[in-house]
């Protein structure tokens, strides 16, 4: 069984790792750490763990972490590139859920996350964690960055129209739509049930912090500069990203065709017929994220509909693929779940 | 692997069952009926499902049915008392998850459901397939009731108090609080998000088809007539049912120890600390009711809170707890998910 | 014209004021103060004010407010026994929106809120403003306590009853569910969207501090005890209240017709139809108590269904129809909204 | 007082036109028609008018609706077209909800409509009413063609960029999400609850019916072609219309000023400040378009966000408004609301 700790528990992507980890066959949970919560049994923070993970919670030290395999940070960003370092050279393999360790320009990362970047050496030994372009590297990777949910869908939704060179670059367009708990479990004014429900607006037009993720994914897959404009929305729901790809054709190809090949062997990335529309519920709890493809009215846009949930493949879930492709378990155990629907 | 048969999957009873089935280790999906949608793979209607189920609905002949082991009927009352004397009669077990079976006094049924009962003697010899009462009897069924979503949240909520004859059987009341989804996936003005969303009501209050069921189940408990006032009311959300019981105490008891050791056995039964809230969310998805227990001001006034997912411990997950029971599962085979939350 | 004040218009009950004061005819909105948003406009805290009122929130001194005729406080309680007595004093009307002056009983009102209560001899004076209680008293009042939400909809739908001695007083209950604004505008994790969506739950059963007010409302009416379990319950949408009251008649009466009655004149109650279920969303934005009467079965149990808007007659729209009993305006004015459906 | 007609008052459009002309001071409802329900009350379908209109609806014959001034159409497409002829016929001035006048090509209104259109005389002579564009043409109409919800919000916020010929017209890009009261009152799966709450899809990609009709509007403004893609989304919410515009900069201009002088003398559009987000929510209820510009990174791609509510700025608040520019009220007579917040 390969022992498992988990740093910051006390959110949606900690309870969601939670909830995925508890039936996991092969892991156990070994530790959980908070500061804040050290002494309180996790299943009376989150009652729906009740009968399933009988953790308490602890302080996080290190000496608690470093009897596992693998950490999971859970955590907002600074707190694990605080971390990270010493469980590696303790030789605990970290997975981290932030943003610490995912933009390889430490400037950039300093400039949209304000603050100085502590661990600049192991920024570079990261292995960003979408299977679906790295699995080789995750396979071997102490370090896993694993990406933001919304650079998941996005990425995902463009790669086999970049990677095959069809696309204008200079002008792509992402158009994202997220359910409420992408803003975290703390308490805020603006995600209130009052501020957020019967409601839909954009937010950080001018700059979203992965923005500067998804630029490094589509320029590594191009080999060179790409312009995209990115604006992602507030969506009265719970779970759930919907991104709008919007992109100029450039070359010839049979988009569908192009699209079940790119992802015929890839467990979690669903490649609908030609014409559908994804929903957002139809992945709700599941680390799936299923694609569409159109060219409206035949002309030379093309538009990509991409789907996940956001504390799955775009959070945990994507977390424990990372761990499964780590420790050599089969890339579906205990992710192979039936999204609940309604 | 158990053969299964599904009558009326086109419903959200159905597509539970096949959330569940579909991951549950012993059976094999073998049938799937629908007069409407003959021809049509489920994952084409349910695209949840694509991925885990691959069948395609076929027309509700006995012949495809009989060659299963066990069948559910997730249909509107009226469907399960046509087929299930023919299915029964070839050897295979029969799970309704609809209403036909449920009273046993068929005058009463007629009344409250506006049709002609015929098959009025498989009603004697259906098992109200609610485990916590009647395990020993649902292990040898043929054919099982299941109970309704209501009945089970206010059952399962009143019977310790009944059971030791601790209050005032003659006025008892529950005020039950469903998710939408209790009233099914058909095309309705009354169930549009633009008639439900957004607002809460009481409905049925001068009567529901659940009262009679209710009551019999209680009458059965104290073995002599009872006093209940059922209002059920909609709520805006997907899934859940919150019951809020009411009934004065004739004697005294530690309530706390009562409840918790009326259900210590019991794998879908949790009853939560003294001064509790269970919040609905709190199982969703998952097989579980979830009970609180208050004596407000230390009155004579007792205070039960009951919550389940009306689609799992409601319905399909209190279904395929019957079927591991008839057919020598471990109680909690396929039902062992934890609720997603948020 | 008169001249408006608003002490702490930073929360929903504040936005709700600013709505219906900014088209009352006969008003001038003169000051609203914010000790953390002086020198804000309120319509850039609150957008849907824009081009509707252009006050900016100034710092809460009382020789601000002392040019107004009436000042409304929508702040926390503690707040307006703090201010009222310098205005009084100053000749300035104060509705108190919040719960300094509603109950009676000082040492419980202490034990509720956990405060010393420093203003005792003008919870003397106070008046509570449920017009269809006090009218008369609320014409020459310097100083309105108003109801809070819960004991709104509970006194208007036990008043009829308990005036007219028809049910036994010792056994009432009110099962209430109300929307997540009554939680307020304040940073918190339990009112988030991701804490409160599809979810259903009841809180505060051991005691809510609407309790002893619903209770000295009721006793008064009855002129002796009263016994009530009065349990809370969190809906997941943004306004309404529903009060599902149970009662066990002792006498006899046409009920239909003794609350038509008793509200015949009444322009913010509408007793609906014998047998109707009232929806919240039927009085969204206004400023109606919408009431329907039951006896299922035909039994000795009252079933009243009782709902507001909490955010109007729940609060700001009772505190505008008792500023215009105190000001001589036609009750109606500013507040004859048709509720929002859907 | 102007006498005011409604055919077909059944749907949220209806009942939305109900809602603000029982507070218009200078119309009188005089008649509704439906057929569906002759004889039942308006108030006993929509109880939110209870105390506000007391009309009745009657069999929609021509004779009833003569005696008005002016008629509403708050139908399906294929009902105005059938009736309209007849009335401007006997002086009755006729504003359309539905989409029979919108297009002045007859065989592409024929295409996207599916039926043949019986009245090509009357669409040459309507006017397309849209105040911010054609008020001249209003202010002697005798027929309206209102236009369609995201048509208003798309073009309301292309329409100064296009004007000034500053963008590039052969990719222009509308990114619309709009509540579910866009799908209508009608018995259908697609608008449950449970079909639409706590998902996020796209629709329509291949083709939506609005697209024409937005495509026709810009090409007006332009002179010339225009490429638009066009993608609707439905949002778990009951009202509102977010439209998150793309376009590129040809040309240089402050557009932040170019917004705020297009539309300075607009009583219903409200551009807000550099930099801002408009909520969907702050127009809830509200006859106002709100709109914000972008330049993200300060690139070529301009970001306009547009939000109105479907039901009054697209549907029966510009109904009223365009009455109101007909027999000369002041254009805000009835619509100056405040949004419902939260």
């Known amino acids: 069984m390969v022992k498992v700790g988990i740093v910051g528990g006390t959110g949606y992507t900690g309870v969601e790792l939670l909830r995925l980890l508890a039936k996991h066959p092969g892991v156990a949970l070994t530790v959980i750490t908070s500061r804040s919560e050290a002494g309180l049994p996790v299943a009376d923070m989150f009652p729906n763990l009740r009968g399933h993970v009988d953790l308490v919670f602890s302080e996080p030290h290190v000496d608690n972490l470093a009897q596992c395999d693998v950490v999971f ?26 943003a610490d360790f995912r933009i390889k320009d430490i400037p950039e990362w300093e400039k949209w996350y ?28 102490r370090l896993i960055a694993c990406p933001g949910c919304y650079p998941t869908a996005v990425q995902l939704g463009f790669l086999p129209l970049l990677e095959q060179g069809l696309v204008d670059v200079d002008h792509l367009i992402a158009d994202a739509k997220s359910g409420v708990s992408g803003a975290g479990r703390k308490a805020s004014v603006g995600a209130l049930l009052c501020e957020t429900s019967e409601s839909f607006k954009a937010y950080a037009v001018p700059g979203h912090r992965h923005l500067p993720e998804i630029s490094q994914g589509l320029r590594q897959v191009v080999q060179g500069e790409v312009g995209l404009t990115f604006v992602p929305h507030l969506t009265p729901m719970l779970r759930g990203i919907h991104a709008t790809l919007y992109a100029t054709l450039t070359g010839d190809a049979d988009l569908q065709t192009l699209y079940e090949t790119r992802y015929a062997g890839e467990p979690f990335v669903d490649v609908l017929p030609l014409g559908a529309h994804p929903e957002t519920r139809s992945v709700k709890g599941a680390n799936t994220c299923r694609l569409a493809i159109h060219r409206p009215q035949g002309g030379r846009t093309v538009v990509v509909l991409s789907v996940i949930d956001n504390l799955v493949k775009g ?18 155990t205990g992710l192979d779940h039936v999204a609940l629907l309604p």
Do not use: C, W
């Open 73 to 98: 940070y859970a955590t907002p960003h600074g707190v694990a590139m605080a971390g990270a370092g010493e469980l590696l050279a303790r030789g605990v393999k970290v997975i981290d859920l932030g």
């Open 114 to 141: 304000g603050m100085s970047h502590t661990s600049a050496e192991l920024v570079d030994e990261a292995v960003y964690g979408l299977p679906e372009l790295n699995r080789e590297a995750i396979k071997n990777a």
């Open 315 to 332: 959070a945990a879930g994507q977390a424990v693929q990372n761990m499964n492709i780590m420790f050599g378990f089969d890339e579906i």
